[in-house]
């Protein structure tokens, strides 16, 4: 298997969607487990988009574990850098409202820094991953547990080693962390690593209480975009001098699952095949394809099942008035 253009660290777990949208935690009386965690949904929708990419983290020694690993060797997506440890995969429960949005509503009975991923050994990172990669996509979540922080800042050292440039998205989940300001801080740190920064609204809001990417581009100059997903409202976005917003399609959704991370494979597609945007009309286009992307993920259930080829979202994108 040759070296993959985009390498994505950080978590790969099961997301157990509640069967009964729109009760409440305790309410629920079956769930349905769906392979998820943000880094593996963008791997997985950069191969059915045509782009080669990796999977950089760590499972149990667990049935799940395997499964998921199984999963991403079925997608083709590289899985060199996957470590194992004794601790179990990340399972975590997903509660949902009759509109399919939904709300990460804890681990069952274990801690969250229970899990297998949060043991991602710096060590281990495969350095040769990162030589021949254009990019490297990073979360926030493993940020929450020291060892794998440590893996992440290596992963970072590594990227810039070998002139890998750097997209984070910010994906806050409260659940993960014990200290929602510990967690503003920590994360406030990474930021200035990337080259493009991903985020929805409520995470501009909670790290600069505001809404305006041409202001967070002030708050990281050596950013060279930045865009911010707000659901139905679709993005706004800032790539240095260019900037815009771009409306969001209208779908049938059933499960908001992954959407973002769809949204990220897209954008980082047509990074890799058409380049960094220099006028508008490039950057229009290519937020507009990204949404398609994450819209197209909506009308199925599951982040990685629901996602779309590359001709899916031709097929979609043609069909526009």
Avoid at 17 to 29: F, H, M, N, S
Avoid at 120 to 140: K, R
Wanted: hydrophobic letters at 40%; glycine letters at 8%; proline letters at 6%.
């Amino acid at each position: 298997m040759s070296n993959p253009q985009v390498l994505c660290l950080g978590e790969i777990l099961l997301d157990c969607l509640a069967d009964q949208p729109g009760r409440t935690l305790e309410a629920v009386t079956s769930w349905t487990p769906y392979p998820g965690g943000a880094p593996a949904n963008v791997a997985c929708a950069l191969v059915k988009l045509g782009i080669s990419a990796g999977f950089i983290g760590c499972v149990g020694d667990d049935a799940p574990g395997r499964q998921l690993t199984e999963l991403l060797q079925q997608t083709t997506v590289n899985t060199q850098g996957i470590q194992t440890d004794p601790a179990p995969t990340r399972q975590v429960y997903v509660t949902r409202t009759i509109e399919g949005d939904r709300t990460f509503a804890g681990f069952g009975q274990y801690d969250t820094a229970a899990f297998a991923d949060t043991q991602l050994q710096a060590g281990h990172l495969p350095e040769n991953l990162f030589t021949n990669a254009d990019f490297l996509i990073l979360g926030t979540l493993e940020l929450a547990y020291p060892q794998s922080a440590a893996a992440v800042r290596q992963s970072i050292h590594l990227a810039q080693q070998h002139q890998v440039q750097i997209l984070i998205d910010v994906n806050w989940r409260p659940v993960f962390w014990a200290d929602p300001e510990e967690a503003r801080q920590i994360i406030l740190q990474l930021l200035p690593h990337a080259n493009y920064l991903k985020l929805a609204e409520e995470e501009a809001l909670w790290l600069w209480n505001t809404t305006d990417p041409k202001a967070m581009v002030k708050q990281l100059p050596t950013v060279q975009g930045i865009m911010m997903t707000a659901g139905a409202k679709g993005c706004t976005y800032s790539f240095q001098d260019i900037d815009g917003t771009c409306p969001s399609f209208t779908v049938e959704v059933q499960d908001t699952t992954g959407a973002g991370d769809a949204f990220v494979a897209g954008f980082i597609h047509q990074l890799i095949t058409q380049g960094h945007p220099t006028d508008v009309q490039t950057a229009q286009a290519m937020m507009t394809y990204a949404n398609a992307v994450g819209a197209l993920t909506t009308t199925k259930a599951g982040a990685i099942a629901a996602q779309p080829t590359a001709d899916e979202v031709a097929t979609f994108l043609q069909a526009q008035p």
